[in-house]
């Protein structure tokens, strides 16, 4: 089986739905979390290969006006359960949250391109 190949694809039909799709980029989801993403400015797919630990971190630092549910703390929907920071929103969050870029050096989630 041919990842890339078979993602492209996609893309390529969603542009014939929707030509505007052309200049946007992808996310494909499973469940909340992304599995997969395609970057226009640099034309590949990456699949997700690590998850995420649930330190919450990412969800501390969404703060400023780009944040719908952000507190100078972070996003005011962010609780504790154990050793684990969860979404108090669950299934209900915004897509903007998953996709959101923060470029953090101690987040475990790790990206593979498809090649």
Known sequence: ????????????????????????????????????????????????????????????????????FSTPDGCKHLITSGNEYLCGLSYFRPNGCAVAELDLEECSVKWEPVK
């Open 1 to 68: 089986m041919d990842l890339n190949k078979i993602l492209t694809e996609l893309r390529q039909q969603l542009i014939l739905i929707n030509p505007e799709y052309e200049k946007r980029d992808v996310f494909i989801f499973a469940g909340i979390d992304i599995a997969a993403r395609f970057f226009k400015n640099n034309g590949s797919w990456e699949v997700k290969t690590i998850d995420c630990s649930r330190c919450g971190t990412c969800c501390k630092k969404m703060t400023g006006k780009s944040f719908p």
